[in-house]
């Protein structure tokens, strides 16, 4: 996840605040990710050193403002149009049964069963949070919820398949 073009996204909808783009951000990824202010003003004094952002002054409430410059809008279409790349031998969970293999471990099906129970906790909290969306009528985060229930489908799949092994 990328703060610092999130940022961007935002401020290219109108100028924000540094407290506008906290709140922002977390209206937009539903609470799901909280987000430090530290970390909003860190990336923000970033921006502006990079010349992403400028800021036109304060408000009236004197809260300093940014807006997107044109480099910025330019380095967020760059960022959207470059596909992402995926570390699918890197989860932990498959490291952790790659190692328990490794040294012979005997309670991998305790290990499995584990996980899977985590899984089935994260399935019904995602359909439980995709209910929400569609009663918001928030069409982008319920793709989104759909798209992780399918990964968690898929992995489902995996774990039986290495049960049998």
């Known amino acids: 996840m990328s703060v610092k073009h999130s940022l961007l996204a ?4 109108k100028p924000r605040h540094g407290y506008e783009l906290k709140t922002g951000f ?9 987000l430090n202010a530290g970390q909003v003003y860190t990336t923000l004094d970033r921006l502006e050193r990079d010349e992403f952002v400028t800021s036109p002054g304060h408000d009236k409430k004197d809260r300093k403002l940014y807006t997107i410059t044109n480099a910025g809008q330019e380095e967020l279409w ?16 498959y490291f952790k049964f790659l190692c328990a293999s490794h040294v012979s471990y005997e ?5 499995i069963r584990n996980q899977k129970e985590t899984m089935l906790k994260d399935v019904l909290h995602l359909t439980h949070l995709k209910k929400q969306m569609v009663i918001m009528d928030n069409k982008t985060m319920k793709m989104l919820i759909e798209g992780a229930l399918l990964h968690l489908e898929a992995d489902l799949k995996w774990l039986d398949m290495i049960a049998d092994v």
Do not use: H, I
């Not at 935002?10 to 909808?13: F, H, R, S, T």
């Not at 977390?26 to 909280?34: A, D, F, H, I, K």
């Not at 760059?78 to 969970?93: A, H, M, N």
């Not at 309670?107 to 290990?111: I, P």
């Open 10 to 13: 935002l401020l290219y909808e």
């Open 26 to 34: 977390e209206e937009l990824v539903q609470g799901m990710w909280p």
């Open 78 to 93: 760059s960022w959207l149009e470059k596909p992402v790349g995926r570390s699918l031998l890197k989860d932990e969970f």
């Open 107 to 111: 309670n991998k099906q305790t290990m």
